[in-house]
């Protein structure tokens, strides 16, 4: 089994959305094959919690305007350092770049098949990297 046409269309706004707000290192993973309650998870994140709001604001208003996809459930709004968007097909995740960092969940799916991404979401890749470098907060985790 690999993802649906319908995930791979959400993947796609999803990332563009997420793109579009300067999110960081944004890649999605083919998870279908593993497990049961989904297809793929887009991985998104970003060097402060307002901008981790931001982005996840703008994933929900793209897809419900362009593929009329409301989420079932939102998680982590409160702290903001990491929001959950499940989509059912999709499961969306922004975290501030520190969470993505010690929670790695790219170890974790690593061995699940890359989601193709539209140019500018792929463009994002070593962005996080970039940052720490050009603000001095540099962290040892890797994100690629």
């Known amino acids: 089994m690999t993802a649906t046409d319908r995930s791979l269309e959400l ?14 290192d944004i890649i999605a993973y083919d998870v279908s094959e ?11 994140s970003a060097p402060s919690d307002r901008q981790v709001k931001s982005i996840v604001d703008e994933i929900e208003e793209k897809l419900l305007k ?6 079932v459930r939102r998680e982590g709004d ?18 501030h770049s520190e969470e ?4 790695a969940l790219e170890r974790l799916w690593k061995d699940c098949p890359e989601l193709p991404l539209p140019e500018d979401a792929a463009k994002t890749r070593g962005r996080a990297e970039e940052h720490a470098r050009l603000t001095g907060s ?4 890797e994100l690629s």
């Open 34 to 44: 593993v497990l049961s309650i989904t297809d793929a998870f887009l991985l998104a």
């Open 78 to 95: 409160r702290d903001a350092r990491w929001i959950l968007l499940d989509y059912v097909d999709v499961v969306v995740h922004v975290q």
């Open 66 to 71: 362009e593929l009329g996809a409301k989420p």
């Open 100 to 103: 993505r960092v010690f929670y």
């Open 138 to 141: 540099g962290s040892d985790g």
């Open 11 to 24: 993947i796609d706004v999803a990332a563009q959305a997420a793109a579009d707000k300067l999110a960081h």
